[in-house]
C-alpha cells in the first residue's frame, strides 16, 4: 500500500501538469533557503514511472524474498528508497534535493549489502564512497549557486547562468549516481544484490536519478556555456561504447545487465544534453521505456538464478524447455532494449537518433547506431548461452519460480511490447512536457 499511494497520487497530478496549472507548495526558509514541492509534467512523468516499476518489482520480492531473512528491513529500505525518490523528483530546493539523494544512498547501501556476507558489505561500501563521495562534491556545486544568487529555490533560478565550476561540480555528483564512466564501476558489483534490489537500482528508480537531475537542473532551471553541450555529449558516447564492450566480454548475467545500463543511461544523457527538442523528448522518453524491458531482463535473471543457483552463462542453457515463460520474457525485453520496433524502446532510440541529425551531430547519431549494435550483440549471445541449446548437466534447474515470479516476468515483457504498440500515449505526454520546458526557459 505504501508503494501504491505515490503512484495514484502521482498519476491523478497529470491533467493539472499537462494542462500548465501544476500543484505547487513552498514555504520560505531563512537564509534564503525553503522547503516545498512542484509537481510538473518532468517530475510527474519521473514520480509515476518510478513508482510504478517500483510496485511491480516489489510484487516479485514476494516471490524472491519469501525465504529471506530480515524482511522487514528490507521493506523499510525499499519504501524508504522510493520516497527520498518522490522527494527528488518533486522538491524545489536544492538543500532537499541532497538531502533526499543521500537517503536514497543510504537505502542502497543497506540493500546491496542485505546478505550481510563480507564481499557483499564491501561491494556496497565501494557503491555507497562513490555515490557519496560524488553527492558531497554535487553540495560543493550548490553551495557555489548559494554564494553567488543567495538562495536554494529552483524556481527562483530558473534562467540563471552558473559557473563553470558549478557545473563540473554537479555534474560529478549526477554522473557517479548515474554510474557514467569513469564512475560507473559500482554499478556492477552492486549485481552481488538480492535481484529486486538489482532491478531497483539499475532499471527502475536509482541509476535515473542521475539523468533525472540533469534534466531537472541543466534544461528546466540553469543556464549553462554551449561549451557543455559538446563535452557531456562526449562523455556520454565514450561511457556508451566502452560499456558496451564490457558487456560483450563479460559472462556474469548480471554483469552484462548492469554494463548495458551504464551504456543505455550513457544513450539517456545522449538525448538530454545534445541540444534539440526532439533528442531531449527521446530521451525523457527513454527513461520510462528503458525501466520497462531492463528491469524485465534482471527480473529474468533473477529467477534463472534462484533456480539454477549460478549467473555464469557459459555454465547454463537450454532454459527454455523448464523455463518457457522466463525465456519468452527476456527475448521480448531484449528485443526492446536492442530498439527493434515496435517495442518501446525503438521509438525513443529513434526519436534520439533523428534529434542528434537535427541538432547537426550526425557522430552523435552514429555513436548510437554503433552502440545499438553492440547491444544486440550482447544481449542475443546472453539469450542463445541461457536459454538455447542443450542443458548443461552440472547444472540442476527446477520448474520456473514462484507464480508470482513469473507473472512479474510476463508483465514487464508484455509492456515492452505495449508501450511501442501504444507509444502515442506517453510521447504525447513526453512532448507537452518537452513544449513546457521551453516555454519555461523563453
Avoid at 270 to 289: C, D, K, N, P, T
Avoid at 323 to 341: D, E, I, K, R, W
Wanted: net charge neutral.
Amino acid at each position: 500500500m505504501l508503494v501504491l499511494t505515490p503512484l495514484v497520487l502521482s498519476a491523478l497530478c497529470i491533467p493539472a501538469a499537462l494542462n500548465s496549472t501544476p500543484y505547487s507548495f513552498n514555504v520560505q526558509l531563512p537564509l534564503g533557503l525553503n522547503f516545498g514541492f512542484h509537481a510538473d509534467g518532468l517530475a510527474l512523468f519521473m514520480a509515476v514511472t518510478a513508482s510504478f516499476l517500483g510496485l511491480i518489482i516489489v510484487l516479485y520480492s514476494y516471490g524472491y524474498m519469501a525465504h529471506a531473512e530480515h524482511q522487514d528491513e528490507f521493506y523499510l529500505m525499499v519504501v524508504l528508497f522510493i520516497g527520498a525518490m518522490m522527494g527528488i523528483t518533486l522538491t524545489t530546493s536544492l538543500v532537499f534535493l541532497y538531502l533526499f539523494w543521500e537517503i536514497s544512498a543510504l537505502c542502497c547501501w543497506r540493500l546491496i549489502g542485505f546478505f550481510r556476507e563480507r564481499e557483499y558489505v564491501r561491494r556496497a561500501n565501494k557503491a555507497f564512497l562513490i555515490t557519496g563521495a560524488g553527492a558531497l562534491v554535487m553540495l560543493a556545486g550548490f553551495l557555489v549557486i548559494y554564494a553567488q544568487y543567495g538562495t536554494t529555490d529552483l524556481l527562483a533560478l530558473r534562467g540563471k547562468e552558473v559557473s563553470n565550476v558549478a557545473v563540473t561540480l554537479i555534474l560529478f555528483g549526477i554522473l557517479s549516481k548515474s554510474a557514467t564512466l569513469p564512475l560507473h564501476s559500482w554499478i556492477a558489483d552492486a549485481g552481488i544484490a538480492p535481484t529486486p534490489v538489482t532491478a531497483l537500482l539499475h532499471a527502475a528508480v536509482l541509476v535515473k536519478i542521475g539523468v533525472y537531475a540533469f534534466a531537472r537542473l541543466f534544461l528546466v532551471t540553469f543556464e549553462m556555456e554551449a561549451f557543455w553541450h559538446t563535452a557531456i555529449p562526449v562523455i556520454a558516447a565514450v561511457s556508451a561504447l566502452l560499456s558496451a564492450g564490457a558487456a560483450i566480454a563479460e559472462n556474469d548475467i548480471k554483469r552484462v545487465i548492469a554494463y548495458s545500463t551504464v551504456s543505455q543511461l550513457a544513450f539517456i544523457l545522449l538525448g538530454l544534453s545534445v541540444g534539440s527538442e526532439l533528442a531531449v523528448a527521446g530521451g525523457i522518453l527513454y527513461i520510462l521505456m528503458h525501466g520497462i524491458s531492463k528491469g524485465g531482463l534482471f527480473l529474468c535473471a533473477g529467477i534463472v538464478e534462484h533456480t539454477c543457483h549460478t549467473k555464469d552463462i557459459t555454465k547454463l542453457g537450454g532454459l527454455s524447455k523448464t523455463m518457457p515463460v522466463t525465456a519468452a520474457s527476456f527475448f521480448l525485453c531484449a528485443l526492446s532494449v536492442m530498439g527493434v520496433p515496435p517495442f518501446g524502446g525503438f521509438f525513443s532510440k529513434d526519436m534520439v537518433i533523428n534529434g542528434a541529425l537535427q541538432a547537426d551531430q550526425p557522430w552523435i547519431a552514429a555513436v548510437f547506431v554503433i552502440g545499438a549494435m553492440m547491444t544486440l550483440i550482447y544481449l542475443l549471445r546472453v539469450f542463445v548461452k541461457v536459454f538455447l541449446g542443450e542443458p548443461k548437466a552440472e547444472v540442476h534447474t527446477h520448474p520456473e519460480g514462484s507464480p508470482v515470479m513469473v507473472f512479474t516476468v510476463g508483465l514487464m515483457a508484455t509492456l515492452s511490447l505495449v508501450s511501442g504498440l501504444l507509444v502515442n500515449f506517453p510521447a504525447s505526454m513526453v512532448g507537452t512536457i518537452v513544449k513546457q520546458l521551453t516555454e519555461v526557459l523563453q
